[in-house]
């Protein structure tokens, strides 16, 4: 499975106007999707909850990476903020938010801003470079 980003740094327009935006961007991978209601998107939620305030509690500027569930329905999250300050959680879950209507049932994901990032994607043993290079700030 090749690992297939769209252009970095192409903010979506119609999100960027939206009560969420800072400055940011999201990339939405094109390899994979999951179905509404399944397992993986419960899996999805579950992660949603728990990493914003893991990342605000990590030191700044270090990446936080979680799994949750079992694969075939193991997402993954990759985040981190620049500061630990009180806005750090709340970018991490904002982000999630702006990923599920930018990017819907999407796998993979990429999203940027000045104060956090977050990736998602379908954890993987054979994929260890799934979160390399790409789009790095
Ligand atoms: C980013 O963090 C700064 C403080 O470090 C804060 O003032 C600003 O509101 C934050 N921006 C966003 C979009 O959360
Ligand atoms: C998902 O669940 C919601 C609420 O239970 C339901 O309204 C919706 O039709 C379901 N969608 C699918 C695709 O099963």
């Not at 949603?48 to 979680?66: H, K």
């Not at 904002?94 to 999203?111: H, N, Y």
């Amino acid at each position: 499975m090749k690992n297939s980003w769209l252009l970095c740094l192409a903010p979506l327009l119609l999100l960027a106007a939206s009560p969420l935006a800072g400055a940011w961007s999201l990339s939405c991978g094109s390899d994979g999707s999951y179905a509404a209601n399944s397992t993986y998107e419960a899996n999805l939620r579950h992660l949603a909850v728990v990493v914003p305030a893991e990342t605000a509690s990590s030191s700044p500027g270090s990446y936080v990476d979680r799994s949750n569930g079992y694969w075939p329905n193991r997402p993954r999250a990759v985040s981190r903020c620049r500061s630990s300050d009180g806005d750090c959680a709340t970018c991490v879950a904002d982000a999630f938010k702006i990923v599920e209507v930018g990017c819907p049932f999407s796998k993979e994901a990429a999203f940027f801003s000045r104060n956090c990032s977050l990736r998602l994607g379908e954890f993987s043993i054979f994929e260890s470079d799934l979160f390399g290079e790409y789009c790095q700030y």
